[in-house]
């Protein structure tokens, strides 16, 4: 198989998911055990998941608006090179003088940071959905056969009438 522009994308794209899960589930093994090392309690420990998982529903939302507004390619480096110093800032957070609860919160921003950044997920199938099948369309709002009040709630795969390739 001749590795093209577009098997290359949609391997970085499974990286990329790759490293978000590993980001989002391997971290969570560790999460108690390192949390306890910095000196955090055990009602802190919910505030680093839940401050993560609030984030990354955020993210999930921002992450797909940024890319239509610039592109998939630069959203996805722009995302990964954010959960790497989210990750890094977590890892960090040891070192950091705990006068002042700064360990604390390092690692809460490191935290947040990572779910911020770390809502790859629905923007790498919206890129692999492009690579794969750019003759489809996913969604149409304005469906001339249906009532307004419900053209906006409409997903269907419809061929495009024309054949329009955006990979950048």
């Given amino acids: 198989m001749e590795l093209t522009a577009e098997v290359f994308a949609f391997y970085c794209c499974i990286m990329v998911v790759f490293v ?17 090392d910095v000196g955090a309690t055990v009602e802190e420990v919910s505030y680093f998941v839940s401050a993560n998982m609030a984030c990354r529903i955020v993210g999930n939302f921002f992450m797909p608006w940024l890319s239509d507004k610039t592109s998939r390619k630069l959203t996805m480096i722009i995302s990964t090179f954010g959960s790497f110093v989210a990750y890094t800032v977590s890892g960090m957070a040891q ?3 705990a006068e002042n609860r700064g360990d604390f919160y390092t690692l809460l ?7 911020l ?6 923007l790498a199938i919206a890129y692999i959905t492009e ?3 750019y003759d489809l369309s996913l969604i149409h709002i304005s469906e001339p056969t249906r009532l307004l009040s419900i053209s906006y709630a409409v997903f269907c795969l419809k ?5 329009i390739r955006m990979l950048q």
Avoid at 159 to 163: G, Q, S, T
């Fill in 95 to 97: 070192y950091v003088s």
């Fill in 159 to 163: 061929k495009k009438k024309k054949h």
């Fill in 109 to 115: 921003a490191g935290r947040i940071l990572g779910g």
């Fill in 131 to 133: 690579l794969t099948m």
């Fill in 20 to 36: 978000d899960l590993m980001g989002q589930h391997f971290t969570m093994a560790v999460l108690v055990p390192y949390t306890m």
């Fill in 117 to 122: 950044f770390g809502g790859t997920m629905s």
